[in-house]
């Protein structure tokens, strides 16, 4: 069989013309096709169809999903000093705001008994006004003396030297500078008494921040100091894990991340332990992975029986509603 090519005409054996011929017949075949195939889903595109690769799915199954801890905390000492008291041991249950342990606190409890003795002496100078009252006495007095001496000097000329009535009136002047004294040291012991106050709300504060208490409810999980160690102003004493509520943490594709999707009711299945419970999606991150086109969702789930253990890899669908 003879073949032109580029003006050149060659020789080919019969079976190699076949095969050269049939392969050319398939590349057309295929670019046939694949025009037609363009042309449909750009019609459908057309009519208002999403193709199929960028349709939602119906189930949704949640990728990589991990159980893992909420929130995790560090409970560390305010103060420094030596734990006198730890109540509380690996695996135990606390509740929120619970008190587990105390630094020494001796010489704070001193300050506290020491500001009550001093509000106690407050109070009483506050209440005492004899110094008050004795002194608008001898007011009262050497104003009658002064008064007196005045008067009958005006009845009859010069009874009293005119040197006696100045001393009466220095007397009558310091009797009411007295007076006045006595006013503003009650109106002091007032202010003494707030002040007292304020060290005894501070020892109290003081006190407050020797107590070593559990910020959350959940159990401890590790214990980093003893009884009897020291501790400084932020030392970690112990590890508290938040159980009663989890989270899974998973992957989902991006075109079934649709802001619809939070809020939706996952079924949750464990393999392992052949439990089956429900969880909520509550988190789509806005970051898709450039890699497989897949985002980080985030699903919370009741677990308030203590059952559910974080590094479990639960099975998790969302179901969508048709």
């Known amino acids: 069989m003879k073949l032109s090519l580029n003006g050149r005409t060659r020789q080919l054996p019969g079976r190699t013309y076949v095969s050269y011929a049939l392969r050319k017949w398939v590349a057309i075949a295929f670019a046939l096709f694949f025009t037609f195939d363009t042309q449909c889903v750009l019609a459908q595109s057309d009519e208002g169809v999403v193709p199929k690769a960028y349709q939602s799915s119906a189930e949704i199954v949640i990728?990589?999903?991990?159980?893992?801890?909420?929130?995790?905390?560090?409970?560390?000492?305010?103060?420094?000093?030596?734990?006198?008291?730890?109540?509380?041991?690996?695996?135990?249950?606390?509740?929120?705001?619970?008190?587990?342990?105390?630094v020494n606190d001796a010489a704070v409890k001193i300050q506290m008994e020491k500001a009550k003795v001093s509000i106690a002496i407050a109070e009483k100078k506050q209440k005492n006004d004899i110094d008050t009252r004795l002194a608008s006495k001898n007011r009262e007095v050497a104003e009658n003396e002064y008064r007196r001496a005045v008067?009958?000097?005006?009845?009859?000329?010069?009874?009293?030297?005119?040197?006696?009535?100045?001393?009466?009136?220095?007397?009558?002047s310091r009797t009411e500078l007295e007076f006045e004294r006595t006013v503003y040291q009650q109106s002091m012991a007032v202010l003494d008494k707030t002040l007292a106050e304020m060290e005894y709300k501070a020892s109290q504060e003081l006190a407050q921040r020797h107590r070593i208490q559990s910020p959350c409810d959940g159990v401890v999980v590790a214990m980093e100091k003893r009884m009897g160690e020291w501790v400084e102003p932020g030392t970690i004493v112990l590890k508290i894990v938040?159980?009663?509520?989890?989270?899974?943490?998973?992957?989902?594709?991006?075109?079934?991340?649709?802001?619809?999707?939070?809020?939706?009711?996952?079924e949750v299945i464990f393999d392992n332990t052949n439990q089956q419970t429900t969880a909520k999606l509550v988190f789509i991150s806005p970051d898709v992975n450039p890699l497989n086109s897949q985002v980080r969702v985030f699903l919370e789930v009741d677990n308030q029986n203590g059952l559910l253990r974080p590094g479990l890899r639960p099975k998790t669908i969302i179901r969508r509603s048709p």
């Open 242 to 266: 938040q159980i009663d509520k989890l989270r899974i943490e998973g992957f989902v594709q991006a075109a079934d991340a649709t802001p619809d999707l939070v809020g939706s009711t996952a």
């Open 63 to 102: 990728e990589g999903a991990i159980l893992k801890t909420i929130e995790s905390t560090s409970v560390s000492s305010q103060v420094a000093g030596r734990i006198s008291e730890l109540t509380v041991k690996e695996g135990a249950r606390v509740k929120a705001h619970q008190e587990i342990g105390r």
């Open 151 to 172: 008067d009958s000097n005006i009845q009859v000329s010069d009874v009293y030297p005119l040197n006696e009535i100045d001393r009466l009136k220095l007397i009558f």
